[in-house]
């Protein structure tokens, strides 16, 4: 993880969590292992995965990630929610406006969040080129 992380609040960690699991179940990842790596990077027990609440709405999501003042931040839970919901291998309408939506509202602009997704998009494609340079002409 990024210098950035180092100076996350308790509350910040917890924001960042409940993204983290608000795009799971929007792409319904069931995937744990990701968050238990974070929580560990993050320096938190995996007893705390229980007690953050999680985010009912894209709003609600929104709204917490707002009160993050530091930008930088923002953009580094925005790109995180981004490669969970790539995770997958697939994204879908919905996750796109969702994450896209939450995004926006939380003052990152449009060309920005765009950017962001095409830059997931070529780490896709980097991750299929290099499995068919492994298997390909087998």
């Known amino acids: 993880m990024p210098n950035i992380v180092g100076t996350m609040t308790s509350e910040q960690k917890e924001i960042f969590i409940a993204a983290m699991f608000f795009v799971m179940d929007l792409s319904q990842n069931q995937e744990t292992d990701y968050l238990?790596?974070?929580?560990?990077?993050?320096?938190?027990?995996?007893?705390?995965?229980?007690?953050?609440k999680k985010f009912k709405s894209p709003e609600e999501a929104a709204a917490a990630i707002?009160?993050?003042?530091?930008?930088?931040?923002?953009?580094?839970?925005?790109?995180e929610m981004i490669l969970v919901a790539i995770s997958n291998h697939e994204l879908s309408d919905e996750e796109i406006s969702t994450i896209y939506a939450i995004g926006t509202h939380i003052g990152i602009k449009q060309e920005k969040v765009s950017d962001f997704f095409l830059w997931a998009a070529k780490g896709l494609e980097w991750?299929?080129?290099g499995l068919q340079l492994i298997e390909g002409d087998l």
């Open 66 to 79: 707002k009160t993050i003042k530091d930008i930088k931040l923002r953009r580094y839970i925005l790109r």
């Open 127 to 129: 991750e299929i080129e």
């Open 36 to 52: 238990t790596n974070r929580i560990k990077e993050l320096g938190m027990s995996e007893s705390a995965l229980k007690k953050i």
